[in-house]
Every structure is written in C-alpha cells, then in structure tokens.
C-alpha cells in the first residue's frame, strides 16, 4: 500500500505566479488534511478535506489560497499569487473515515524568489 | 484551543546514550501522534498513541491521558535518529496541533 503522495517536492515561483501543489492520499483514506511549516511558526493546520466537500478550513489564509478533493485525482492546494512569505513547507495527511490517525506525506517545499 | 509544550528543545547524545522526549497538553485528547522529521525534512509517523504504551524497536512511547503527557523513549541511540520529534494531538477532533519539537543530536 503506497503512502501518501506529495507533488511536486520542490517547487520554485516567482513572485505573483500561482502554485498548485498535489496530494494523493492513501488507498481507502478519503479525509485529507494541509498543514503548513513555516520556518519561525512551526507546524500550522490549514484545511481539511473529505471528498467534494471542505470540512474545516479555519487555518487557511483568507486570500490567495484555495483547497479542493475532486471526486476523482488528487487534492489540489492552489496557492495565487504567491509572496516570498508563502515561502515554506506543505505537508498533506490522509486517514480513513472515522480514524483519527493521520499518516503525512514527504512534502512539498516552495520557494518563492 | 489545545496547547502542546514539548521539552526539551535541544537534546545532544552520544551514540548508545538512552533519551526520553516528554510532551504535556492542555487538555482530554482523543488522538496523539509522534513523529520523527528527519534531516530531509520529512515527516515520518512512530507512534499512534492516544492513551497506554507501545514499543517498536528500539523506540516506544507512553501516554498518561488523565495526567496528560507523552513520553517517547529512545533507547540505544543512533546517529540516524537525529532530527526533530514532534508530539501533536487534535484533542477530541482531528486537527492537529503540533508542540515545538525536540531537536536531537545524536554523535558519533
């Protein structure tokens, strides 16, 4: 059973361009979480997810950033246009239903120049 | 919200030296997680332990839910056990909140 898979690892933008970052969550797993690194701030809940549906999205920014767990393929964070403070490290999580157990995924690093 | 504080903030070892990592919340908490962020910055998963003790290998962990702590035990350490432990729990729901972590220097 593959883990949670995190796309791309690295990724670099420029100020003002949009970044999407992927998110596959494990087989069976259909609650999907985003939590942020930020380097001073540590490990910050974002969003969380189940299937066409945001369940709780109290830590995401109120502009520029938008979450979404199509029917089909993967979650998608869409970050627009990015500040070099988005500058951090994503992680996405996924658990089964009713699991409170959250199995991460490498990561995605953006950097914003 | 739940509060985690995670002590120490620094730890530095000798290989084969024996370390516990303590964490204390808030709050009644229906789910705890350790996980170790390795050098390469991922987020590796060790424990799943909202109450009670488990061991897998040379780590293990114990959760005192009524007193609210966490303890992880790493025993006979390795250099490759340096890097970051975090502790995080969603209290009764399933948003996870992180402590500070524990950097941990293992040397040779």
């Known amino acids: 059973n593959a883990g949670v898979m995190q796309n791309p690892r690295h990724l670099v933008r420029r100020r003002g361009q949009e970044a999407r970052l992927r998110c596959s969550p494990m087989?069976?797993?259909?609650?999907v979480y985003w939590y942020r690194q930020l380097p001073e701030e540590g490990l910050k809940f974002m969003v969380y997810?189940?299937?066409?549906?945001?369940?709780?999205e109290s830590g995401m920014p109120k502009e520029r950033f938008s979450a979404e767990f199509p029917k089909e393929g993967p979650s998608i964070l869409r970050i627009q246009q990015v500040v070099r403070g988005d500058s951090a490290a994503y992680f996405c999580a996924s658990s089964p239903p009713s699991i409170y157990e959250q199995y991460f995924g490498p990561g995605t690093r953006l950097t914003v120049t | 919200g739940i509060q985690v504080e995670q002590s120490p903030p620094d730890l530095i070892l000798q290989e084969g030296a024996n370390s516990t990592l303590r964490c204390n919340f808030s709050?009644?908490?229906?789910?705890l997680q350790w996980f170790h962020q390795n050098p390469w910055g991922q987020l590796i998963n060790l424990f799943y332990i909202p109450s009670g003790t488990k061991q897998n290998g040379r780590l293990s962990a114990t959760t005192v839910a009524t007193e609210r702590y966490s303890l992880l035990y790493i025993s006979s350490s390795q250099t490759t056990d340096s890097g970051v432990y975090f502790c995080?729990?969603?209290?009764?729901?399933?948003?996870?909140?992180f402590g500070k972590g524990t950097l941990l220097t293992v040397n040779p």
């Open positions: 087989k069976g797993h259909s609650h």
């Open positions: 709050d009644s908490v229906n789910n």
């Open positions: 995080a729990t969603g209290g009764s729901n399933y948003k996870l909140t």
């Open positions: 997810l189940q299937k066409e549906n945001i369940i709780d």
